[in-house]
């Protein structure tokens, strides 16, 4: 019941329109960046599969888009031989490419010692 409640109270106001929402909790609002967040992960852990259509097959091909959607993405694959593939798609205006390396390398420093050391918590691995 106060689940119910809950969520009842929070639909109230579903309709309400975004740049008003904004505007009662004194946000201010910037069309230099998306309203909601600015970095995101993508976990995709499902196999990329072709599809036979009589003689013709098909694959999934990546395409980097002209431009990034939001300030940075990490995009981060489970390959069907359980190995761990990623990539950063990020906004050039904001992110110079040597600090998108320096992410990486750090990244990458944090997965190695958090699969060595698993029964450490995450606040004690090394960035």
């Not at 975004?18 to 600015?38: I, M, N």
């Not at 110079?96 to 320096?102: G, L």
């Not at 990486?104 to 958090?114: D, E, M, N, R």
Request: net charge negative; no cysteine; aromatic share 8%.
């Amino acid at each position: 019941r106060r689940a119910k409640a809950s969520v009842e109270a929070a639909l109230v106001d579903q309709d309400l329109p975004f740049e008003r929402l904004l505007e009662e909790l004194g946000v201010a609002r910037s069309l230099l960046h998306t309203p909601v967040f600015q970095a995101m992960l993508a976990y995709e852990t499902a196999p990329k599969a072709s599809i036979e259509l009589g003689n013709i097959i098909t694959e999934t091909q990546i395409i980097s888009p002209p431009t990034a959607k939001f300030d940075i993405t990490l995009h981060l694959n489970l390959t069907p031989a359980g190995t761990l593939t990623g990539s950063f798609e990020y906004d050039a205006d904001l992110f110079a490419p040597a600090s998108v390396q320096a992410w990486v390398k750090s990244f990458t420093q944090l997965l190695t010692h958090l699969v060595a050391n698993p029964q450490l918590p995450v606040h004690s691995l090394p960035l």
